[in-house]
């Protein structure tokens, strides 16, 4: 059940991440005068997506709650990570039309590849 929870606390967290980052384009740039930001704030607050991030946030940190009753934090956390760096970037290249580098790509490669290690032979489970 724990590798369950860690799996739903990434996916919540990259539907958060991913719905802010679509919602938050289409209102454009933040103002530079301070009372329009106030106004730019709110309406992306009441946006009916952006709310759904704010919840799926959440949701994942009730998920994250629950992981830590089955994993020590530095066990799960690495995963964690790892997980919303490669959900995160994929998704935000196929749906949101972002842009891959070669030294991102590699970035995340080693990333994972350094998970793997820490894991290959553990387990640190509570």
Do not use: H
């Not at 196929?94 to 490669?109: M, N, P, T």
């Amino acid at each position: 059940m724990g590798y369950f929870y860690i799996a739903c606390t990434i996916i919540f967290t990259v539907y958060g991440q991913l719905i802010l980052k679509w919602r938050i384009v289409q209102y454009g740039a933040l103002p530079e005068l301070f009372s329009d930001k106030i106004v730019f704030l709110f309406k992306l607050l009441f946006d009916p997506f952006i709310f759904s991030g704010f919840i799926s946030a959440f949701v994942a940190s009730l998920f994250w709650m629950a992981a830590m009753t089955k994993f020590e934090v530095s066990y799960a956390y690495p995963i964690i990570l790892a997980g919303l760096l490669l959900l995160t970037t994929l998704l935000g290249i196929i749906l949101l039309g972002e842009s891959i580098q070669i030294d991102k790509f590699a970035g995340i490669l080693l990333i994972l590849l350094g998970v793997f290690i820490m894991y290959s032979n553990s387990t640190n489970i509570s």
